[in-house]
């Protein structure tokens, strides 16, 4: 029982990691700019620690991002997720010592609320908040986590195509490093690929068996984030 715990909990990683927070340079501070991006997050790895300990590597999903601008330096976004980790095969022994197969699944939507903020055009302050619902099938309840969050991004022109841009975002038991590149591929399109790392801790981990105490667990979420953007 152990073990599927520690893969269903774990699996939750690759969700948040998807919902990483971040203005990118294709960021449009102007009012009623509305700006569109798509995509999805590759190749993570999670690893959490807490009441159990393991590493599992999970599936891609999608996300999308909607960001509309206020004023030459207030932008409004909106990010909305949804994640199935790759599903996990395990053997446990019932209390009879028999062998019992489970196969099961994580699922989560992730959604932030960001106010945006151009100090120059260089640097963008961010301020919102997020929520991610957790889903793991019938052998661990469901588990949420919410919290405000603020943060930095960076971004440096290389060319007139390639902009740089790195972002840190903090909040309570929340901490996402970011970094990554910037095309542009068109006047209205632009293809962003960064590398992030995520924290999220003290997420709760409660099984309906009676043979398991509550408890906290705490994931390190790593991945590449491909994205898509539109200016609409």
Known sequence: MR?????????TGLIMTAGNTFASPTTEFEKGATSLEIGSTLNSKVSGRGTVSADVTGKSGFKATVTTGLNDHLALQYKQGMFISEDSTLTMMTLSNTPVTMTTYAKATPRDLNLLYKINPNLTFIAGYEDTKISYGKYVNDASKSALHFGLTGSQKLND??????????????LLKELGVSYKMSTSTTFNLSYAERKVANLDLITPSPYFSPGK????????????????
Do not use: N, Q, R
């Not at 667990?217 to 609409?232: H, N, P, Q, R, V």
């Open 3 to 11: 073990k599927l715990i520690a893969a269903l909990t774990l699996t």
């Open 161 to 174: 195509k390639i902009t740089m841009f790195a972002t840190l975002i903090g909040g309570k038991d929340v």
């Open 217 to 232: 667990e705490d994931y390190t979420m790593k991945g590449i984030s491909c994205l898509f953007a539109f200016k609409l």
